[in-house]
Each structure stands twice: as C-alpha cells, then as structure tokens.
C-alpha cells in the first residue's frame, strides 16, 4: 500500500548555484579549458568523442559533467561523473555547522550542499545544466527520503528562468505531461527555483510494506511553469541515488528505462535511458543515454 504522497512536504531543495564550479569547457559563465576525449575509467567515457564540463572539489574527489557526442552528431552519453575518492571525507551536518564546509538548511531543517554544474558545448540540446545536491541526512518527507543521497537534476530550461519558479500547487495537470506510471506527489506543490515532481506510481518507497531504510534510487520527472505561459513544462528529469547504493548495492551497471511523457517542452533530443556506473578505479557515472530526437 501506498504511504501518503499526496499530502506529505518535499522539502527539495532549490538549487541556485550557490557554490561556484570550477572552469570546464561547459556552456556557462564557467566555460574554460577543453578536457576533450578523456575517459576515466573502464573505457568509459568513450575516448574521442567526450568533452568534459564543469567540475566542483567534493570529499576527496571531484565532480563533473560530460557529454559524448559521436561524429556525425549522435548525441551517445550525457551524465555526471563521481570521480574516485569522492565519497571519502564528504560533508555531514557537524561539519557545516562548526563552518568547515559550506552548504545551507532546507525545509525540515536537513542541511545540503547544493551546487549547479554546466555540461560542456557538445551537449543535446535541450539539456542546459546539472542543479546537484548533497543531502548528508537526507530531505523530506521523513521516513522517505532521508538517507544520505545525492539530487541530480538534468534541466532542460537554462538557469535563470528556473531561478523565477515560483512556490505554488498544480491542482490539474494534463495527462500528456504525465509519464507513463507516474503521478504527481506532495500534492503539486512546486518547489521554488525547481517545480513539482513526478514519481513512479510504483515507487518502492512509498510503500508502507516497506521499511524506509531499504529506499536506494529514483528517477523523478519535474514539471513546472517557466516560461510563464500559463501552461506547465515538463522541465528536468532527476536520479535521486543514495550512497549506500553507489558504495553497496551498484554491482557494475544498472540500466533502466526513463518512462516518456506524450508531449515536450522543447524540440531536441530526449534521454529514453538512464545508467548508474560502477568504473572501479575511475569512480561512477550518472548517465543519460538512449536519445531520441521530439518535436514541441
């Protein structure tokens, strides 16, 4: 049976690129340096047609963005990459309030280090940026999603637009925006500078059969006004991924299927696949693969 959804807060946090990124080659303000064609780990990232983007000093690693696009302008790979050591020495709540790290308290009162991170030029379009979390306790609702994990938004609407969300409830969305076997939680409330979110109808974690602790990964879809048109966008998909199952439960690669609305924001090419990598020595990967090209 299903736990509450419709009623419980959020609490996600509104990412508005508080901590600055290091220069990569990305689309932004922090564009930089090309790291073109370097794989870092088990062949993966493909050498040659991989650029890299921006990246931020995390734990004892980094993290970065890349996209893998082939030569004749197949887009093969869009993700964020946990180099090795990242999850060593990572941030908890003692740590950002005696101020050896920064970071900010969200609603419920869980601390998080959020941080926007720009994919380089060679990016699908509309994929803009990735707005990232680290949620060392986890965020609302309790009991649901309060293990340590990381958000992964991938944005198909650039920055500053997704900075005037908003706080709101969608009361009525239209099914064509709906992904397949998704419905919309904590009911429609729109989180500022991000949106509402769409989870899996059958999401394991909202399962009252379920003990709270056993929640490991989820694939959320955002949706949100931000062109302020009056008519709600489908705006980003969302890996949701704890670090008990990067460090625990990843065995190699996991792949699963990303459920498709009927219609789109934007023309472009739109991930159909998402995959969580384990690349032993070059760390993991967070990736968006199987792209399809949609009209509007």
């Given amino acids: 049976m299903l736990q509450s959804i419709g009623s419980v807060a959020f609490g996600g946090i509104a990412l508005s690129g508080t901590t600055t990124a290091a220069p990569g080659n990305g689309k932004g303000s922090n564009s930089g340096k090309s790291n073109s064609g370097n794989g870092r780990g088990g062949g993966f990232p493909p050498k040659g047609i991989t650029e890299w983007g921006d990246s931020i000093e995390i734990g004892n690693g980094e993290i970065s963005t890349f996209s893998s696009v082939t030569p004749s302008g197949k887009p093969k790979a869009v993700g964020v990459h946990f180099a090795d050591g ?5 941030p908890y709540a003692e740590d950002f309030e005696s101020g050896d790290a920064t970071g900010m308290k969200i ?29 060392p306790g986890g965020h609302t609702p ?7 994990h990381f958000d992964l938004h991938y944005h198909f609407y650039e920055p500053d637009p997704v900075s005037q ?18 419905q919309l939680i904590e009911g429609g409330a729109i989180v500022p500078k991000m949106g509402a979110h769409l989870a899996p109808e059958d999401a394991p974690e909202f399962d009252d059969r379920n003990e709270a602790s056993d ?12 062109d302020d048109d009056g008519e709600y ?3 980003y998909v969302e890996p949701m991924i704890t670090l008990d199952y990067f460090e625990n439960h990843l065995d190699g690669v996991e792949k699963q299927d990303i459920p498709q ?12 696949t998402y995959t969580v990598r384990d690349l032993g020595d070059g760390g ?13």
Wanted: hydrophobic residues 30%.
């Fill in 165 to 182: 969300i908003a706080p709101g409830v969608i009361e009525d969305l239209p099914d064509e925006k709906i992904p397949d076997g998704y």
């Fill in 233 to 235: 966008e489908n705006n």
């Fill in 142 to 148: 309790r009991g649901v999603y309060d293990k340590p």
């Fill in 107 to 135: 609603h419920g009162g869980f601390w998080s280090k959020p941080f926007n991170l720009d994919f380089p030029e060679n990016t699908p379009e509309p994929i803009s940026y990735a707005g990232c979390g680290w949620n």
């Fill in 284 to 296: 993991y990967a967070v990736v968006m693969e199987g792209f399809e090209e949609r009209s509007a």
């Fill in 86 to 90: 990242t999850f060593d020495a990572l």
């Fill in 261 to 272: 609305p009927d219609v789109y924001p934007k023309e472009g090419h739109y991930p159909t």
């Fill in 215 to 226: 929640w490991q990964e989820t694939l959320i879809w955002g949706v949100a006004d931000v």
